[in-house]
């Protein structure tokens, strides 16, 4: 049946840096993002999740999907280094093909939201603004809203480029994993609250966190 689809995507760093408690904290929070959108018939009808990692390079791990359909969510495993240019050119092309299928099938695709992790600093950094450039271009239809989060040695500036919506990075409250597990709980929190929301013309509108506990909300960079 033809409906409103909300794309959610996960985009996480799995370079060497997130070792031990930051990639655990992720991989132990995928199931219950799984079981609380795939358990959930009304949210997971209108969303769809995919899950995205990058160090040196970038892959899809879980395609866009219906979590009510899917039987487990894979986990992240750290090594390598940090390239934002791959996954910016992985999430682009990604992202194109997932709108047109969806359209296809006959559904109504509203704008995607990325939720974007990292810790550290990209190697490419002269190279990864041009394919950041790409996916917020506004004249690409379906660009996304993109949600940044920081912690450990990434730069606040870089995820103010990065963000085109909000921005939040690690205060230095929480642990690491304490504040990786509130990210989780606000990504959980923001596609449930979508998918069951009502917008002023009807149809859904997209539920971004105002705040996260052990992070500081920072403005998306001005263009």
């Not at 995507?9 to 995928?30: F, T």
């Not at 109504?108 to 490419?124: E, I, K, M, N, S």
């Not at 990864?128 to 271009?137: M, V």
């Amino acid at each position: 049946m033809s409906q409103q689809i909300l794309p959610f995507y996960l985009v996480c760093d799995e370079s060497s840096s997130m070792s031990g408690g930051p990639i655990d904290a992720i991989n132990k929070s995928l199931p219950e993002l799984h079981q609380e959108i795939g358990g959930n018939p009304t949210v997971a009808d209108k969303t769809r999740f995919a899950l995205i990692s990058f160090n040196h390079q970038a892959q899809v791990l879980l395609q866009l999907s219906d979590l009510s359909n899917v039987a487990s969510v894979p986990g992240l495993t750290a090594s390598g280094g940090t390239n934002y240019s791959v996954v910016f050119d992985l999430l682009h092309d990604t992202i194109t093909n997932d709108v047109a299928r969806l359209k296809a099938d006959g559904h109504q695709v509203l704008r995607p939201a990325v939720f974007f992790l990292t810790d550290g600093h990209p190697y490419d950094t002269d190279e990864w603004p041009a394919a950041h450039k790409r996916i917020t271009d506004p004249d690409w239809g379906p660009r996304p809203n993109i949600l940044a989060f920081g912690f450990g040695e990434v730069d606040p500036t870089t995820i103010q480029q990065v963000a085109t919506v909000r921005g939040f990075i690690a205060d230095g409250t929480l642990g690491p994993a304490q504040a990786l597990q509130e990210f989780a709980q606000s990504l959980i929190r923001s596609i449930v609250n979508s998918g069951t929301s009502v917008a002023p013309r009807g149809g859904m509108s997209l539920a971004m966190p105002d705040t996260v506990p052990g992070f500081t909300t920072i403005p998306a960079d001005v263009v």
